[in-house]
């Protein structure tokens, strides 16, 4: 895993950007790398091989990433159930964390969370439910679904006079960690007491920034919340990478974003780069990974790639 270079650049105020957009439309969705004839990647950086990870000859004990960014609508969920899908066909066994209550994850993976009796909710706060007991399998080979709702919404509140409370989602996965080799918690938009659940548990946390301005403001304000929790929870934790969403690279707007958060944090930006298209909304109707969905569109294959980033490092 990385550390972050240069993060001051971004606090105490916004990275100065001369943007001039055009009009922006949905991304081709082809494949299509802009410099990728050159050997230039969309980060504009030289486009590197990664190897074909090796197989596993037994799983766990699982690496916990927190999908992790306060900010709404920059792809967390997208990107937890598809580099989740993804890492499976790598032959490694996945567990999905829904630690959102608004249960986004567990719709997107055609589970009809509002109906279900027990949840993550459940675990957390009933001692007499164990994550055995709630754990779902997914129509993913390898890939298992904890599952979140509105009840949720509660654990907050309730965990507030709990001795150790920041480590309630820790005490709650452990008994599994042997059975995985990723647990990917998917975090609500904000930085509360779950979130810092879910930091204080992860060994790494992957964000995903849209290339959009006001996207960038705000990771200035997550960055301090994991130096923090690092320095008083969890000494392991660490930035294992930022992922760029939504990229169009057809608009200036996207390509200044994109430099500026390469700029800002050189190596930590996966070389991965997810595209705007209009495949991820429909894997959503459709309860399914976009790797299932459409296996060979360029949405598939990106997350493929960043599946390799993840286990390279």
């Known amino acids: 895993m990385s550390t972050l270079p240069q993060s001051e650049q971004l606090r105490g105020g916004a990275v100065e950007l001369s943007i001039a957009p055009r009009a922006a439309t949905d991304a081709d969705d082809d494949g299509h790398d802009e410099g990728a004839g050159n050997g230039v990647g969309p980060t504009g950086r030289p486009l590197r091989h990664i190897p074909e990870p090796a197989l596993l000859d037994h799983h766990g004990p699982a690496q916990v990433l927190a999908i992790c960014n306060q900010k709404g609508g920059v792809g967390k ?12 066909e790598f032959g490694r066994r996945v567990l999905l ?24 909710y459940n675990v957390l706060i009933e001692r007499s439910v164990g994550i055995h007991d709630v754990v779902l399998r997914t129509t993913v080979e390898n890939m298992d679904l904890l599952p979140s709702n509105i009840d949720l919404s509660a654990a907050e509140v309730q965990l507030v006079s709990e001795v150790g409370r920041e480590h309630s989602l820790l005490r709650t996965i452990r008994p599994v960690f042997d059975d995985y080799d990723y647990i990917l918690v998917d975090c609500q938009p904000s930085l509360g007491l779950l979130t810092v659940n879910a930091l204080a548990a992860a060994d790494g946390v992957l964000i995903p920034l849209e290339c959009e301005f006001f996207s960038l403001r705000g990771v200035a304000l997550l960055i301090d919340t994991i130096e923090k929790v690092r320095e008083r ?19 200036l707007h ?30 959503t109707v459709a309860g399914e990974p976009i790797t299932t969905w459409a296996p060979r569109s360029a949405g598939a294959k990106a997350y493929r790639q960043l599946a390799r980033e993840v286990i390279a490092r």
């Open 77 to 88: 969920t997208t990107s937890t159930i598809n580099l989740g899908a993804a890492l499976t």
């Open 97 to 120: 964390v829904d630690f959102d209550p608004q249960g986004a994850l567990s719709v997107g993976l055609g589970i009809p969370a509002h109906q279900l009796d027990r949840t993550i």
């Open 233 to 251: 929870l969890n000494p392991k934790l660490d930035i294992t990478g930022i992922l760029a969403t939504m990229f169009d690279p057809r608009t």
């Open 254 to 283: 996207s390509r200044e974003v994109m430099a500026r958060v390469v700029e800002a944090f050189g190596e930590t930006v996966f070389d991965t780069v997810i595209n705007r298209t209009v495949r991820f909304p429909e894997t």
